[in-house]
């Protein structure tokens, strides 16, 4: 009993080093209103944060982009993180929150709601603004799990979203690879290529804010991104224990915001996820103006979400609440229900249906 404690207790101890290295080497900001805005302000005006509609236009479907980012000759080497703790290992659901004693932790309903920036090979996606203006209009807390190619696509967007105090990024591999059917150094190029796209956009930020007199400001800013989203919520065990041997940690969802939106309209997408939400839930939306009733969907289900008192945290925060329940096999509801994507998407998941080039097997990474 006694050797089962300890065990516990060092397990916890682990996670908790782990977390204060690794995922939060930057310090959460203290208090949104003093300050911790200084970077969004400072390097670009209201009009520039609000975006345009725009931001939202996809591109066409063309040739496959196969080129990749080099590191700037100002940005750092993406640093080598530990092993993720055998607590954080596989495909975290939801957090099952601790119950401290105290009546006002216990009141405490967490959801951490967060929103994948998917692109391929060959497409550009977009970027949903209103969504991002919802969010800090509520002053609400979230993360985006960015595809490296969308940050590169996208590197304005890329930028607010590192500077922004509410938000915190994750990597969604380089073009959306599909890692249940890669090698284990193709996984490794769509996680390092994101990686080093990050360290660019970084250097550049840290460029800007030098320049403003706001370098400090940086501090809270991680320097790698050791949470990641499956694409295609597919995995196998090669790629799980690839991404825990490389220091990730794997985030998946227990309430999935635009199921079937085909088929349903926004209120009863909302509802549907408010009626599945409990504290400790992750929310899958996505903010690329792919989806068509996203930010719909938000506007009914946030306002709701909080009117229930639940409070919106990023992931790394949510982690730090409770105990994380993972499993073995990334999917959607159920196990097993997103293998059609295999077949759907060509090259290894990396490039979108494209009827005038129905055979199309390349790029990979
Ligand atoms: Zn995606």
Redesign the pocket.
Known sequence: MLRRLYRGFVAALALALWLCSACLAAQEPANLEFGAEALLSGLWTPAELAGSDADRVIGPVGEPDASTPALASTAQSPPARQATPQAMQGAIRRVEPQTPSSPLAQARKPVAITF???ERANNVAGYNNQIINLLRAAGAKATF?A?GKWMRSHPEAALQLMADPRFELGN?AWT?GNLALMTRSEIETQLHLTEVQYANLRAELTRRAEAKGLGAELARVPQTMPLI?L??GRSSELALNTLAELGYVVIQWDVEGERDEGRQTADTLAQTALAQVRPGSIILL?ANAVPEKSFAILQRLLPALLRQGYEPVTVSELLRLGRPQAVRQGYFTIPGDNLQYDAIFPGKGTLKPDPARPFTTVPVP
């Open positions: 994948d920036l998917c799990f595809g969604h959306h989203r694409p295609y996505h």
